[in-house]
């Protein structure tokens, strides 16, 4: 995972001030646990899709979310975080719902690969991909019901349908150039930044924090994510070398990117129109795929749209700013880290 840029203080009282520990460290620190507690979850899968989704869950994911759920609650200072395992559960839960969603988007997209491996679906067919899916769904509400209290299902029940609705609705759009950028945020604020948003929430329920807290934290979720999704959207241009990911893969499946949206406004008034025909019958070739992907490298629309996602994760440092003082200032330093993780992001 190559990460630019990224340093986290470490406390005086550990490192001498002058080390620095990358935010890879820190994911690193945190993956053990992390990983504890989803290995425990898988297990309590059926074995017929057991083998899926350790496939799924092993993929090379950074687990940004469970660690969002843990620096918040940390940052926030509830409980003594040696003894708080639980905060790691809920991590893991919100982790599964994450990979199920991709297992059903790799499905929807047509996607033969993830991370650079063969799809889920490939590998283990689409019938029992699904049931692999809705298999950790269910285990992950489970897990969350069994903290006893509600909030914690009103707030990711709310997150798993704004990012189902969000999903419809950019299947409902593809191949359309009418939403613009406004129809762009409305898809994204639920297919990403919702669970996000919650990964935060949650973390921060664990905390016991107020309400003026927990709308702060879910500014910066929101904002995290949105942020988050767009730089995903302007790396759908990078070379495959570096993503895993074929180029221009948003083009193909008629998602209306602000790459896309730039490169489309760039163009006079008639070869704005054949565009939006050609990305309405998603009919391009592979050469002008291609073609396309050098347009928007050309024409910067990968820097503009970078640009646009620097806004949002301005936005979420501005809410960071204002949490309260928990009893771990090293997991509100390393909050700030992952704004400029995702502002670094280049995979
Ligand atoms: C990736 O988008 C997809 C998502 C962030 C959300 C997918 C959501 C669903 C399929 C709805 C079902 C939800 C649950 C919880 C089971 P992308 O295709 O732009 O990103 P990619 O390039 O990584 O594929
Ligand atoms: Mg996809």
Redesign the pocket.
């Known amino acids: 995972m190559p990460i630019r840029g990224m340093f986290y203080e470490p406390p005086p009282s550990t490192l001498s001030a002058s080390m620095v520990v990358p935010f890879a460290t820190l994911l690193l620190r945190e993956q053990p646990r992390i990983a504890r507690a989803v290995e425990s979850l898988t297990a309590a899968l059926p074995s017929y899709v057991r083998p899926a989704a350790e496939y799924a869950l092993n993929g090379g994911g950074k687990r940004l979310r469970p660690l969002l759920t843990v620096l918040v609650s940390h940052a926030l200072g509830g409980k003594d975080k040696d003894q708080d395992d639980g905060v790691y559960k809920i991590g893991a839960a919100i982790e599964m ?2 990979v ?10 047509n ?1 033969p690969l ?1 991370r650079g491996r063969e799809g889920t679906h490939i590998r283990y067919g689409v019938p029992r991909t699904l049931l692999t ?2 298999a ?2 269910s285990r992950a509400f489970q897990t969350l019901a069994e903290t006893g209290d509600p909030r914690y299902m009103v707030c990711a029940t709310r ?2 349908i704004g ?2 609705d ?3 609705m ?1 299947i409902a759009h593809q191949g359309s150039t009418e939403g613009g950028l406004d129809g762009y945020f409305t898809i ?1 604020a ?3 930044a919702c ?1 996000l948003r919650a990964s935060c929430e949650l973390g921060a329920l664990w905390a016991g924090a107020d309400e003026a807290t927990l709308g702060l934290v879910a500014e910066y979720g929101h904002n995290l994510g949105m942020a988050f ?1 767009m730089a ?2 302007a ?2 241009f990078a070379p495959s070398s570096e993503t895993g ?1 074929p180029e221009g ?2 083009i193909r ?1 008629g ?1 209306l ?1 602000p790459p896309i949206n730039y490169h489309m406004e760039s163009l006079d008034a008639p070869a704005r129109a054949e565009f939006a025909r050609r990305f309405a019958a998603r009919d391009f070739s592979d050469a002008e795929i291609a073609e396309l992907v050098r347009a928007v490298r050309a024409g910067g629309f990968q820097e503009r749209t970078l640009k646009l996602a620097d806004s949002f994760l301005d936005k979420a440092a501005a809410a960071l700013e204002g949490f309260p003082a928990g009893n771990d200032a090293q997991a509100k330093a390393a909050l700030a880290k992952a704004i400029e993780f995702v502002r670094n992001r280049t995979a």
Do not use: N
């Open positions: 719902f994450h199920a969603s991709l297992l059903h988007d790799d499905i929807l997209d996607a993830r899916a809705d950790m769904v997150a798993v990012t189902a969000g999903e419809i950019e994204i639920g297919k990403t669970l999704q995903d959207d790396l759908d990911k893969g948003d499946e998602k990117t």
